[in-house]
């Protein structure tokens, strides 16, 4: 009887181990379209926001904008600017991973996860430093 308990756990953990990892390889920021949705200033007000949210934020200027992540490297073109970095994860609980980025010397964190919303989900993936915050989306394949 104990070794059926034994390998009824052992099964039991590779299972849990398989899913966790399913789950957080999904959630690294690489392998998806990300589009610009908004970007926020110190007080939360938002500053720019894509097309996609005009109606929601019609006081924000408007920009369009994408991501990409590959290899530990990530690009950023937003509002005619654009940016290159590296980032490496720091931590990450099977809901959500968390990243540290580099652009030059200035290090922003960066937040990659699945937001649940009433037509579906999204990934999200928010950059943030200084009182500043920018987010993306992507679709959940």
Known sequence: MKKFFAAAAGVCLAV???SAAGCSEDLS???????????????????FCSEEYAAVYPDA?????????????????????????T????DGDGKSALYVALFGKEE?????????????????LI??????AVTFYADVD
């Open 61 to 85: 200027e408007r920009a369009e904008g994408i991501c990409s992540a590959e290899d530990g490297g990530i690009a950023i073109a937003v509002a005619d600017k654009e940016y290159s970095g």
């Open 29 to 47: 920021p690489e392998g998806k379209d990300w589009r610009f949705a908004f970007a926020q200033g110190q007080a939360g007000q938002v500053l």
């Open 127 to 132: 950059l943030s430093s200084k009182g500043y």
């Open 16 to 18: 849990c181990l398989v």
């Open 87 to 90: 980032y490496r994860k720091a």
């Open 108 to 124: 922003w964190n960066m937040v990659c996860g699945v937001t649940e919303r009433t037509d579906g989900e999204e990934y999200t």
